[in-house]
């Protein structure tokens, strides 16, 4: 059979609300355009992100019931910790809240001024974390990976020549750690291959530096590896999984990602002395290390989501329906990042709306179209997100996107043909689509709260925009 279904049945469903377009555009005003300021009640299809937003299945669930809330010593971490060690099998495996808590934890212990953290590509948390303590996070990608529509089997993979070099030029022991995200989710999603994964462990053995994994999406990666790597056709998934980790010393994780639950994350390590300091900042903002800031049902669910994500058919759906989505927007002429990723698909908006300046926010325009239109919510990735200069000047980002990213085990293929008929329907009139001004922003990460309007946005409507935004600034100094 060529049709590829969803590998699950439906027990429990959650309804979704519809809207038509009249609502949307007062959901709209009243978020002053920010899509992050809409109550996700009034989303038809939430592609904002792909985190912490997976459907859990019947067997997760069941385990959860069995979860055992005891302070020290719970049986659920040991299923939590079996589980995981099967995969990656590090001596030292330390639960937290989420993917970040474990970089914070991590980089506080090995990052200072003068230090280095080499990656393929950080993601933002992680550099933030890096950035902290005052190292430096550098990105070392290959040059393919920053060409959005050229095609390239792997685009995470790490630029090995300038990996080895930045390592001669600032010296290993200014090096604590080198990292590779799998799959590289600021690059596009985009996978590392096996081949890389051996390289960068050479290089890094070469010069005696240990070797993390940003695993957030470990699954979708080993797919990728089966998928596109010559010699892994025929090699299961788990074993797949279980050579990618053998070449590591240790991983950060959010579980919120491919171990299929809506919260919870690990570090581990094979480095006693790390491990042991770990814990110690662990307990300090974390918990226990049985716990480490989740409660016993969440180590559960964990546990059987790590089971049930290296599924083959799972995978096979998981990828194939990202594909599809890609497939049919790159047949009608919509520019993409290509080839596809894991867990998004990523319009490149600045060339599809080439009449909208980068710094009248394209890519904000089609994501607004995009809600206003079908009741859609995408992230705007671009002059939004990455524009504003730390003196308080703009600057267009490198690219433009909108990132379509996919909840695990959530939406049906009909979900996304609504999506795909959608977005055909907007780029028949694209030309129509005007620009974004911001009309207030905070002075960092300003694409979770900046608001906005439309340039061809209507007096009045400015008029009372301004007036209500007054009031509200005078309510919350009051
Ligand atoms: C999501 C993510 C993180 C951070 O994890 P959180 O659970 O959101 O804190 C780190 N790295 C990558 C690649 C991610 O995608």
Redesign the pocket.
Known sequence: MRTIIEPFRIKSVEPIRMTNRQERTSFLEKAHYNLFALDSENVIIDLLTD??TSSMSANQWASMMRGDESYAGSPSFDRFHKAVYKLMPFTNIIPTH????A?KILFSIIGKPGKYILNNTH?D??RANIEFTGAEAIDLVIAEGKIPNLVHPFKGNMDIERLEAFIKEKGAENIPLVML?IT???GGGQPVSMENIKQTKYICMKYDIPLFM?A??FAENAYFIQLREPGYENVAIIDIVQEMFSYADGC?M????DALVNMG?WLAMNNPEWAEAARNLLILTEGFPTYGGLAGRDLEAIATGLEEVVDQDYLHYRISSTQYLADHLTAAGIPIVRPAGGHAVYIDARSMLPHIDPLEYPGQALAVELYLNAGIRACEIGTVMFGLQMDGSEKAAPMDLVRLAIPRRVYTQSHIDYVIESLLEINQNKESLKGMKIVWQPKQLRHFSARFLPMNCECQQKENFIKAFQQEEQEETV
């Open positions: 985190s912490g989420q993917g970040r808590a970089e993601f948390t992680t995200t590289n989710n600021s940003d957030c999406r950060t959010s579980a919120k990602k994350g």
